[in-house]
C-alpha cells in the first residue's frame, strides 16, 4: 500500500514538472567550456548568457527558450540566477559552487568574521585583497548586492 502511495506521487511529481528541453543537453555540455573560460570570476550577464547560447549553441534558441533553459539549468543545480532589480541587469553563475562555497563560505568563515569591519561595510577595494583572482571587484559587489 504505501509503495503503492509512493509510485502514484512520483507520477504526479513528473507530470507537473517541465518537459526538459533538447536545448538542456547541449547547454550542459557547453557549460563546462564556458567554465574554463570564465574559471577567475565564473559570472556573467543575462545577455551575454543568451548570446552565447544564440551564437555557440543554438542559432534558433528564442528569448522564451533561454528562459526556460535557465529555470530548468537552476533546478538541477547547474547555474544560479540572479536578478538585479535596481539596476536591470541579470547575472548568471556558471559555477554555483563558486558562488556558495568560495565566495560566501570566505565571507562567513570564521577567520573573516573575526576580523571583519564593526560596520559590516566593505568597497570593492576591500574585497581585492581577499579575493585577488577577481579582476574587478565591483562587479563581485554588484554580484553581493543582489544577494541582498
Not at 528541453?21 to 550577464?45: G, H, M, N
Not at 549553441?57 to 547555474?79: F, K, M, R, T, Y
Amino acid at each position: 500500500m504505501f509503495k503503492e502511495y509512493l509510485k502514484v506521487t512520483r507520477e504526479e511529481l513528473l507530470g507537473r514538472l517541465q518537459r526538459p528541453l533538447v536545448l538542456l543537453d547541449a547547454c550542459i555540455t557547453y557549460l563546462s567550456t564556458l567554465r574554463k573560460r570564465y574559471q577567475a570570476f565564473p559570472v556573467i550577464t543575462w545577455l551575454h548568457f543568451t548570446n552565447l547560447i544564440r551564437d555557440e549553441v543554438n542559432p534558433l534558441a528564442s528569448d522564451s527558450h533561454c528562459q526556460s533553459l535557465i529555470h530548468q539549468l537552476q533546478l538541477i543545480g547547474e547555474v544560479v540566477y540572479l536578478r538585479d532589480e535596481t539596476a536591470e541587469i541579470d547575472y548568471v553563475v556558471i559555477t554555483p559552487e563558486w558562488l556558495g562555497t568560495h565566495i560566501m563560505g570566505t565571507l562567513l568563515s570564521a577567520d573573516f568574521l573575526a576580523q571583519c569591519r564593526e560596520s559590516g561595510c566593505y568597497s570593492p577595494d576591500d574585497f581585492t585583497s581577499i579575493f585577488p583572482e577577481i579582476a574587478e571587484p565591483t562587479d563581485l559587489t554588484n554580484i553581493l548586492a543582489t544577494l541582498h
